[in-house]
């Protein structure tokens, strides 16, 4: 099966049909090395949560099994509307980055881009590739795609800093007892995660800011190479930021309107189901510890080492409810839902979405002829 990629052109060339008919889309299949590395790093997601996770609580699993019992058939009727909700919220971070694109497209981009993600570790390389495959089959440009993934990939690293600084305010509101050195650590890094969010938006709103500070980058990777007596690199960080900022700029200015409010949605949406599943299961914590919490938890999914850092964000957010009062069984079985319904549930979620994608033929267009330019925006038929 021949790879979809974009020409420099902005054509589309993926699958099609006999007779030159539209591109398919692609399902992604992984080589026999990503398969490896996907079983090894699960066994060690699985490891962290049957052993590592209970020790971290104080508990055991017999004690969390009952402790889910407590969840009644509303709760999580509730709980799984509000994921569901916070899945179609999310739609528009697309639809904001991608004009033309429609919310069902959206939707079927972040289903089966999930899939990827939750089955391979640094899985968002593979999951932007899927994103490829799909709005080419749908008759973008690969310069429309190529935006799209470069603000939705802004929007997220901002709502990462973002969640880090909200997490760590909290946590000072709260009437969690620090150590006076552990506060201090906590105000200095609610001061540098500020100047870092600052910094990326800064780069983002102006080109001389971003300029500012990809010379200020080539000035220490020049620094690092003569201390280390290396050859000079080509790269250049300024032209790399002001790259960006231009071609971001645009999209930015009539989209993040749509794309802020699709990750602030996105997010309240998972901290409310979060804490309406730690209530319901006997947790007595403030709002505010909750929001610490889940921000702990979000921040925990960017390690690399599993997929979507499964194990290590449950380990970690067990830990923090802890420290805030939750009695250890309610709070392994806190981070289980979470994970549940953040993670694992994706992965069906994700199989169900490429099914949708491929019966779905309406949404495919046919492929441009060669040296035609695909359009740069959506085919809006068949949403």
Do not use: C
């Not at 000035?219 to 007596?229: A, C, I, P």
């Not at 309107?257 to 599943?277: D, K, L, Q």
């Amino acid at each position: 099966m021949t790879s979809a990629r974009g020409d420099s052109d902005g054509g589309v060339d993926g699958d099609r049909d006999d007779g030159g008919g539209p591109p398919q889309p692609k399902l992604w299949r992984p080589t026999g090395g990503q398969v490896a590395l996907s079983l090894g790093a699960l066994a060690l997601a699985a490891g962290l949560i049957a052993v590592v996770l209970p020790k971290a609580a104080g508990t055991n699993w017999t004690e969390a099994v009952d402790v889910l019992g407590r969840l009644r058939p509303l709760d999580v009727l509730l709980i799984t509307g509000l994921w569901a909700a916070g899945l179609w919220l999310y739609t528009f971070v697309y639809t904001g980055s991608m004009p033309g694109i429609s919310h069902s497209k959206a939707l079927a981009l972040n289903l089966t881009g999930s899939l990827v993600s939750n089955l391979l570790p640094f899985g968002g390389a593979a999951g932007v590739a899927n994103t490829y495959a799909l709005t080419f089959s749908w008759g973008f440009s690969g310069v429309a795609t190529s935006l799209m993934v470069l603000v939705s990939g802004l929007a997220n690293l901002v709502m990462r800093l973002l969640l880090v600084l909200v997490g760590l305010v909290a946590l000072q509101l709260t009437s969690t007892n620090l150590s006076a050195a552990g506060g201090r650590i906590t105000g200095g890094t609610v001061l540098a995660t500020a100047a870092v969010t600052v910094v990326v938006i800064g780069m983002l709103f102006s080109s001389r800011f971003a300029a500012a500070v990809g010379s200020l980058g080539d000035g220490v990777l020049r620094g690092f190479l003569r201390l280390f007596r290396r050859p000079q690199r080509s790269l250049s960080f300024r032209e790399s930021a002001v790259d960006m900022q231009r071609r971001a700029m645009p999209l930015l200015r009539r989209g993040w309107p749509a794309v802020a409010f699709g990750m602030i949605a996105y997010y309240a949406t998972e901290t409310i189901f979060f804490g309406i599943a730690l209530h319901a299961l006997g947790a007595e914590i403030s709002w505010l510890e909750i929001v610490a919490a889940f921000a702990l938890s979000r921040v925990l999914t960017s390690a690399t080492v599993t997929p979507s850092g499964v194990g290590i964000s449950e380990v970690g957010t067990a830990a923090a409810l802890v420290l805030f009062g939750t009695p250890p069984a309610v709070a392994a079985a806190g981070v289980l839902i979470l994970g549940f319904y953040t993670y694992l549930v994706e992965i069906p979620a994700g199989f169900a979405g490429w099914i949708w994608v491929a019966s779905m033929r309406r949404w495919r267009v046919r492929a441009s002829p060669p040296g035609d330019e695909a359009p740069s925006g959506g085919v809006t038929a068949g949403n």
